[in-house]
């Protein structure tokens, strides 16, 4: 009778376990996002004594959006899309996850660009957070929190 007890126990813990695992950042972040929501705090902006900062909401049909897709074998593509879905400003590259955070390696704007964000998965998307030398002053000092959401491929 123990043994029966003992093993319903075991049943319904590995029951439970499995059917609310939940999916790793590796796992989740393959799919495709637009930001929707982008801050950017400069302090020392490009060496001077002022701090700037960018935001956008992306609200009242921004005339351009920002997507990526997280692709199951290591790569990206992120670029921007109009009003009538036209792209632009495509750029590739690589990703990886330890932990919690999201390591990004691509070519933009003339230059190499190595980030890492730390991930927070939301109900529609992610929060990625990272501190990088965003106003290219040679100090890795700007902080930048970044909103997304989830997008079907046909978006």
Same mark, same amino acid.
């Given at each position: 009778?123990?043994?029966?007890?003992?093993?319903?126990?075991?049943?319904?813990?590995?029951? &439970?376990? #499995?059917?609310?695992? @939940? *999916? %790793?950042?590796?796992?989740?972040?393959?799919? +495709?996002?637009?930001?929707?929501? !982008?801050?950017?705090?400069?302090?020392?902006?490009?060496?001077?004594?002022?701090?700037?900062?960018?935001?956008?909401?992306?609200?009242?049909?921004?005339?351009?959006?920002?997507?990526?897709?997280?692709?199951?074998?290591?790569?990206?593509?992120?670029? &921007?899309? #109009?009003?009538?879905? @036209? *792209? %632009?400003?495509?750029?590739?590259?690589?990703? +990886?996850?330890?932990?919690?955070? !999201?390591?990004?390696?691509?070519?933009?704007?003339?230059?190499?660009?190595?980030?890492?964000?730390?991930?927070?998965?939301?109900?529609?998307?992610?929060?990625?957070?990272?501190?990088?030398?965003?106003?290219?002053?040679?100090?890795?000092?700007?902080?930048?929190?970044?909103?997304?959401?989830?997008?079907?491929?046909?978006?």
């Amino acid at each position: 009778m123990k043994l029966k007890k003992l093993f319903l126990v075991i049943a319904i813990g590995i029951l &439970f376990a #499995n059917c609310n695992k @939940e *999916k %790793s950042i590796k796992e989740y972040m393959v799919a +495709t996002w637009e930001t929707t929501y !982008l801050k950017i705090e400069m302090p020392t902006f490009q060496k001077s004594d002022s701090t700037s900062v960018f935001e956008d909401q992306f609200l009242n049909n921004p005339p351009r959006r920002a997507r990526s897709k997280y692709n199951n074998d290591g790569t990206f593509t992120a670029w &921007f899309v #109009n009003h009538k879905n @036209e *792209k %632009s400003g495509t750029s590739k590259g690589t990703w +990886t996850v330890k932990n919690d955070s !999201l390591f990004i390696a691509y070519f933009y704007g003339g230059r190499d660009v190595e980030v890492a964000y730390h991930i927070e998965k939301t109900e529609e998307g992610f929060i990625g957070k990272s501190t990088y030398d965003w106003d290219e002053d040679g100090e890795f000092d700007d902080f930048l929190v970044m909103k997304t959401k989830r997008i079907t491929a046909k978006q």
